[in-house]
């Protein structure tokens, strides 16, 4: 297994007389702002995903961090020259700017069952930040973590690969002939919605039951095994980790879900490699990692020889340097 990490003297600050831009991850569960300056990674903030109130709470709430992320890092707002989105999906488009259908944030999706205190069926975004901006950048999470890793981790000089987050929901970022795809409206690279199984009991968000997210994401699980003990994912890959033989069992068959996902992106796209990140596999990526690639080695050799699973080389910190990469 080839180890991938963030090489200490990568140097994230801007360079002199460049103007300040601001980053902007957003995620089902947390939204992350900075400000990039000549002096590097400024005001970092987080805070739990708004997902209460009108279809605009969510972009009013990326407004009111980012003038506080300017506020620490005695920026002006209205000197950041460019701002990178890097947001969970799909997209959808309202006259021309980008709302969220995302199914962890819009309960709409699925209705009461999801659980979600919203009916939203999209969060407005694009449209108020190009009227407090001038220079927008929004992409898919996963095509922008792709671009970070393409650019400083573990899928530099690769023509054919994959990046993929495992956490609160599954997020894929496609590259292919040296050119990462975007699709129609911005959306490839929504493999957690491929349909992998006939179980009835996994909703996900976006209304599918069995897609990839709805089994193995890291809300899926307390959502399947919580009537087994198991209250979150953490507790669920721990108990795997220390020997209980139930959760032991349940995290090998996510595995075989989520490795045979990994497979079939690799044998459509002819990949070379696949780095991965997200929560759920950072945290626990020892034990994760050779079953994942278990379900690739030794299946149909001439598309899978030498391709590898890695660590993202960027870390846990993939998202903040995804929405940089965006505005680089």
């Known amino acids: ?94 006259q021309g700017c980008i709302e969220l259908a995302a199914p962890n944030i819009c309960g709409g999706l699925a209705g009461a069952a999801r659980g979600l205190p919203n009916s939203w069926t999209s969060a407005v975004l694009e449209a108020p930040l190009r009227s407090a901006f001038a220079k927008v950048r929004i992409e898919n999470d996963g095509i922008a973590a792709l671009e970070a890793e393409r650019r400083w981790g573990a899928l530099q000089g690769l023509r054919h690969c994959a990046y993929v987050t495992w956490s609160t929901g599954i997020g894929v970022g496609l590259c292919v002939d040296g050119r990462p795809l975007h699709g129609k409206s911005g959306n490839a690279g929504h493999a957690g919605h491929m349909f992998v199984s006939d179980n009835d009991d996994a909703l996900c968000g976006c209304g599918n039951i069995g897609d990839l997210e709805a089994l193995v994401a890291g809300n899926a699980m307390p959502r399947r095994f919580s009537a087994l003990g198991y209250a979150d994912a953490a507790g669920l890959l721990q108990a795997a980790r220390t020997g209980d033989a139930l959760a032991g069992q349940l995290v090998d068959e996510l595995c075989r879900i989520m490795g045979r996902a990994l497979y079939n992106l690799v044998v459509t796209l002819d990949l070379q490699r696949i780095s991965m990140g997200g929560s759920v596999f950072w945290h626990h990526r020892d034990h994760l990692l050779p079953r994942l690639q278990a379900q690739i080695n030794g299946r149909l050799p001439a598309l899978t020889a030498g391709v590898e699973v890695v660590p993202a080389g960027l870390g846990d910190r993939v998202g903040d340097y995804a929405a940089l990469a965006l505005v680089m």
């Open 1 to 94: 297994m080839t180890t991938y990490s963030l090489h200490d003297a990568l140097d994230m600050r801007l360079p002199a007389g460049a103007a300040p831009v601001a980053c902007v991850d957003i995620g089902g569960t947390k939204v992350a702002i900075s400000i990039v300056n000549q002096q590097g990674i400024q005001g970092r903030l987080v805070e739990p995903t708004v997902k209460e109130g009108a279809p605009d709470a969510l972009a009013q709430q990326v407004l009111r961090m980012l003038d506080a992320s300017c506020a620490i890092a005695q920026v002006r707002r209205d000197n950041i020259a460019a701002v990178g989105v890097a947001s969970c999906g799909p997209f959808v488009l309202n």
